[in-house]
């Protein structure tokens, strides 16, 4: 059936729909019609039930010969709907930029920050940044718009972590967070103000543990560990016999086990470059007997939860106080942590010569300077290396 147009005004016209109404009568399409440089126009405006009508159609094509007059605006519908699209788009952005620049910084963490920080941060640094978010600096920075916050509110934090006990590290750390999320919210568009971490500086000091423990010290942890809780003494065990950090053993899942070659692969460590671990014989067993029909993807130590933990049980802290091996020290460097373990397997490791970029591989440093603190600790092979220039002035008056 050939389309019936009606002209309802000149340049306008329309169709009628053969079943739908609007009212009481025929749904209408309403169209342009005109001629242009030598060409015809027809150009849709839409249906009458979609709001249109031809006082509409009228007054666009009215619009549109204004313009042919004077030169100016758009020739056409078509370039008159894509200029209002885009200027549509233009307040839209500047709308949202307005929205952002007036956000608090509590906002852009959870709308911006932590999403993408999700996609490409290891485990291990998520939870610490997200800890030092919840803790430390989001009750200090999240209420603020980026408008309002100076080095003033940056240094309020560090003074709040100095008070608390936190070393110099980890308040370089918080610092460090912060000043990457500013430098996202500068990317994306959330702030124009110049990075407040700039001005603040922290003293530094070697926080590097000090303290590893004697043999009969970690058997004498490790004891009391097993009362208390099997699973606390099996990541401890694992920890001081492997070198793994405590979110490495949460990590783990039953499928990073390899019983045949005793290796237990370390995925998404701190330094995000995947390693092997080696099951001493305890170790095998240990893990040998924990093993029962789990599903491969299976965590090996989960929390209470089921889930992955996130921090080091208690049970551990009670079991050294109780011990009293962190009696009367103020030093945390001195103390005795979960992390001990593993500054006690590669101070071990040295102490038996092994050589520093071995146990640098072992514990999965990115460089041997992480690992030169164990250097001390073979005092032998450096008085054998010393020892070589003994007697070499004597040797050469004689030959003389």
């Known amino acids: 059936m050939k389309i019936q147009w009606i002209t309802a005004a000149r340049g306008v016209r329309y169709k009628e729909h053969p079943t739908r109404r609007h009212g009481k009568k025929p749904d209408r399409y309403w169209v342009l019609q005109y001629r242009r ?7 849709a405006i839409g249906w009458w039930s979609e709001g249109f009508s031809q006082a509409q159609a009228e007054t666009i094509l009215a619009q549109l010969r204004q313009n042919w007059r004077t ?3 758009p020739q056409t519908l078509k370039e008159m709907r894509t200029t209002a699209l885009a200027r549509r788009e233009a307040e839209e952005a500047a709308q949202r930029k307005a929205a952002k620049m007036t956000s608090v910084f509590s906002d ?11 996609a490409r941060k290891s485990p291990i640094t998520l939870e610490s940044e997200n800890w030092l978010y919840r803790r430390w600096f989001g009750p200090v920075l999240g209420p603020l718009p980026f408008s309002d916050i100076t080095a003033a509110h940056v240094e309020k934090v560090m003074e709040q972590m100095r008070q608390a006990g936190k ?15 500013w430098n996202e919210a500068l990317k ?35 004891t009391e560990l097993k009362k208390r809780s099997e699973q606390v003494y099996a990541e401890a065990l694992l920890s001081l016999f492997t070198g793994l950090r405590s979110g490495e053993i949460f990590n783990l899942r039953w ?19 995947n390693r092997h671990a080696f099951m001493t014989d305890e170790i095998e067993s240990l893990l040998k007997g924990l093993r029962r029909d789990q599903a491969p993807e299976t965590l090996v130590f989960p929390g209470r939860d089921g ?30 942590v979960f992390h001990s373990l593993r500054h006690t397997f590669a101070s071990w ?11 640098a591989q072992l514990l999965g440093h990115s460089s041997l300077t992480m690992t030169a603190r164990y250097s001390h600790l073979a005092p032998g092979h450096l008085r054998q290396a010393a020892q070589r220039l003994s007697g070499r002035i004597g040797q050469d008056e004689k030959n003389d």
Not at 199 to 213: M, P, S, W
Not at 259 to 268: E, M, S, T, W
Request: some cysteine; hydrophobic content about 35%; proline content about 5%.
């Open 307 to 336: 889930q992955r933990q996130r921090v080091v049980s208690c049970t551990f802290r009670r079991a050294i106080e109780d011990l009293g091996l962190n009696a009367g020290l103020s030093d945390p460097r001195q103390k005795v």
């Open 108 to 118: 852009f963490w959870a709308d911006h920050y932590w999403p993408a920080a999700q």
């Open 37 to 43: 440089n030598g060409r015809t126009y027809n150009e």
């Open 188 to 222: 994306a568009g959330w702030t124009t103000r110049d990075n407040p971490c700039r001005q603040i500086k922290i003293a530094k000091r070697d926080n590097r543990r000090q303290r590893f423990l004697t043999q009969a010290e970690a058997r004498l942890i490790m």
């Open 71 to 73: 030169g100016d605006g």
């Open 167 to 181: 070393t110099p590290r980890t308040q370089e750390h918080a610092k460090a967070v912060i000043s990457g999320a």
């Open 349 to 359: 490791l040295a102490q038996d010569g092994e050589p520093l970029f071995t146990i």
């Open 255 to 273: 499928s990073d086990l390899d019983f045949a070659n005793k290796l237990i692969l370390v995925r998404d460590p701190k330094n995000r470059k």
